[in-house]
């Protein structure tokens, strides 16, 4: 019987090329010559470190344009508040991985929504979701494309 997964995965190196490549701008452009700006990777978690909020502001944009130049989706961010450290401010963005229990519900009741005849498991951190026809499963992931569930979702192991 076809079926595939659907995940929401971000490529560990990409993100940490992405991070890497938003530190080197900090440190090359000028409204931020002098200043404590930086981008860091720890696990899954990106922090950002300035003077001031207003500095913090200033990093996303070039962060979110190193992420998209890599095909990293930005809606795998969750960023935290911006907290005062020291004499600087910091933020923590975690970057979301694996599909969670409430987002995989959704998407399991969007399906069943549709009335497209296929089955929809949770299982763990991937939604599997098998059916007779393949045409079937290809108007699920187009479904579930469209859908605002909050996270970038992958498709995987395709199996016909």
Same mark, same amino acid.
């Given at each position: %019987? ?6 929401? $995965?971000?490529?560990?190196? $990409? ?27 720890? /696990? ?5 470190? =300035?003077? *001031? /909020? ?10 979110? +344009?190193?992420?998209? =130049?890599?095909?990293? /989706?930005?809606?795998? &961010? @969750? ?5 005062? *450290?020291?004499? #600087?401010?910091? +933020? *923590? %963005? ?18 069943? @929504? *549709? ?7 949770? +299982? ?6 098998? #059916?007779?026809?393949? /045409?079937? &499963?290809?108007?699920? %992931?187009?479904? &579930?494309?469209?859908? @605002?569930? #909050?996270?970038?979702? +992958? ?6």
């Amino acid at each position: %019987m076809p079926s595939f997964d659907v995940v929401s $995965e971000v490529d560990q190196h $990409e993100l940490s090329n992405a991070v890497d490549h938003t530190q080197r701008e900090i440190g090359n452009r000028f409204d931020f010559k002098g200043t404590s700006a930086s981008a860091e990777l720890a /696990d899954s978690v990106i922090v950002l470190k =300035a003077d *001031s /909020d207003f500095q913090i502001q200033q990093i996303h944009p070039v962060l979110y +344009q190193k992420l998209t =130049a890599r095909k990293i /989706d930005i809606a795998c &961010l @969750e960023p935290g508040k911006v907290e005062n *450290s020291g004499k #600087g401010v910091k +933020q *923590s %963005m975690t970057v979301r991985q694996g599909v969670d229990k409430e987002t995989a519900k959704k998407a399991v009741a969007k399906i069943k @929504e *549709s009335k497209i005849k296929v089955q929809a498991q949770i +299982q763990g951190e991937q939604l599997r979701v098998t #059916g007779k026809k393949r /045409d079937d &499963l290809q108007s699920v %992931m187009a479904l &579930l494309k469209g859908a @605002e569930l #909050g996270l970038p979702l +992958q498709f995987q192991n395709f199996r016909d």
